[in-house]
């Protein structure tokens, strides 16, 4: 897996939105690689960003949002110079989006076959309606929904198999990247597992990589090779999923372990993270998170914090980890050094 090229890798992205009281940055400096085949999550409270890095990645952020700096490369191919007809193909062939009001994404007049039809045909100008037909069909069949269904109106399904026919569409062009930002969070807690089972064995047949969202960090840990964390616009770790619930480095990410029930063992008490998240029109200098941080220290308050590699793949932007990344022949007793 490390000699393979990321098929996605976001450059120290920022992402501002122009509001009445002025520009506000949403995302900032945010950079992480998606390797073919891979699920990457992105975590944190509500507004951290994680929509915004998510339709910036589908470039589909519209006013008032704007990228106001870095790069998203898609094999390479910086996304953000894609003219219109690049873009077109990108959306559709490379990365497919399936959002939370995937319900609305369902054109309600039209019969399930109409809607896969104009999604193959406009982009295959060479293929049949017959041809099309056939593989909308196929589609509908890997997503477990009979092909005679074909002939019904949204409305005729029930939500989840609503869900499952948008990630039947999204999938339509075998697209190498598939965006879900809380593709599920509408249904039920079983339907929501079914679901995104059938999307991992999907993964697991065509071999695309998914960038997922969600707020349920049990879901994510399960589903997910690594996961991102973000607080008030920036990515404060980046670990593999079993890390972040069992070896969490950074103390928002600790905090946000702590505020979820454990999928297995004794119940505990959960604790929440203290505090309300930031707002953006008023960043301090130093660490976002030190207004919440429990082990807050004066260089928190005085110097931006940068993720930097403390354990094998794993990346933390704390200073409380500072002496062994400076140090890195020291062994590493992280706990201990950091106090935590
Ligand atoms: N249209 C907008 N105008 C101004 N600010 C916006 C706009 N849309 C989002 N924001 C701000 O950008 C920040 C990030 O929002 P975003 O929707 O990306 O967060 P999120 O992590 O997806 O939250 P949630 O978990 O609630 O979906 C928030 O502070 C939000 O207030
Ligand atoms: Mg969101």
Same mark, same amino acid.
């Given at each position: 897996m490390t000699s393979q090229q990321p098929l996605l890798s976001v450059r120290q992205l920022c992402v501002d939105y122009i509001t009445e009281s002025g520009d506000v940055r949403a995302v900032n400096s945010v950079s992480f690689d998606i390797m073919p085949g891979e699920v990457f999550g992105l975590a944190g409270e509500s507004g951290c960003g994680k929509s915004t890095v998510a339709f910036s990645v589908a470039r589909l952020h519209k006013p008032p949002a704007y990228i106001s700096g870095g790069e998203i490369l898609f094999k390479g191919e910086n996304i953000l110079h894609f003219d219109d007809e690049r873009l077109r193909s990108y959306r559709w062939r490379q990365a497919s989006v399936v959002f939370q009001s995937a319900m609305n994404a369902l054109n309600p007049v039209l019969r399930m076959e109409e809607q896969f039809c104009d999604v193959l045909l406009a982009h295959n100008p060479g293929l049949t309606r017959y041809e099309a037909i056939k593989r909308a069909q196929e589609l509908l069949e890997i997503v477990d929904i009979h092909p005679s269904r074909l002939?019904?109106?949204?409305?005729?399904?029930?939500?989840?198999?609503?869900? $499952?026919?948008? @990630?039947?569409? #999204?999938?339509? *062009?075998?697209?190498?990247?598939?965006?879900?930002?809380?593709? !599920?969070?509408? =249904?039920?807690?079983?339907?929501?597992?079914?679901?995104?089972?059938?999307?991992?064995?999907?993964?697991?047949?065509?071999?695309?990589?998914?960038?997922?969202?969600?707020?349920?960090?049990?879901?994510?840990?399960?589903?997910?090779? $690594?996961?991102? @964390?973000?607080? #008030?616009?920036? *990515?404060?770790?980046?670990?593999?999923?079993?890390?972040?619930? !069992?070896?969490? =480095?950074?103390?928002?990410?600790?905090?946000?372990?702590?505020?979820?029930?454990?999928?297995?063992?004794?119940?505990?008490?959960?604790?929440?993270?203290?505090?309300?998240?930031?707002?953006?029109?008023?960043?301090?200098?130093?660490c976002r998170f030190q207004a919440r941080c429990a082990k807050v220290h004066s260089r928190c308050r005085q110097e931006y914090t940068r993720l930097a590699e403390i354990r094998p793949g794993q990346q933390t932007a704390c200073h409380l980890y500072e002496v062994a990344e400076q140090q890195p022949d020291l062994p590493i007793y992280l706990d201990k050094a950091a106090g935590c």
């Open positions: 002939k019904d109106y949204p409305h005729q399904f029930s939500g989840g198999m609503r869900q $499952r026919l948008v @990630i039947a569409i #999204a999938m339509a *062009l075998n697209p190498e990247l598939l965006i879900m930002d809380e593709p !599920t969070t509408a =249904l039920d807690v079983v339907v929501q597992r079914e679901i995104l089972q059938k999307v991992y064995a999907l993964k697991e047949k065509f071999n695309f990589s998914i960038l997922f969202i969600t707020h349920d960090l049990s879901l994510m840990v399960e589903f997910c090779d $690594r996961i991102g @964390i973000m607080y #008030a616009g920036e *990515l404060v770790e980046v670990a593999p999923s079993k890390s972040i619930l !069992t070896a969490p =480095l950074h103390p928002y990410t600790r905090g946000l372990g702590n505020s979820f029930p454990p999928l297995h063992g004794p119940k505990t008490v959960l604790e929440g993270i203290p505090g309300t998240p930031l707002n953006l029109l008023e960043v301090p200098v130093g």
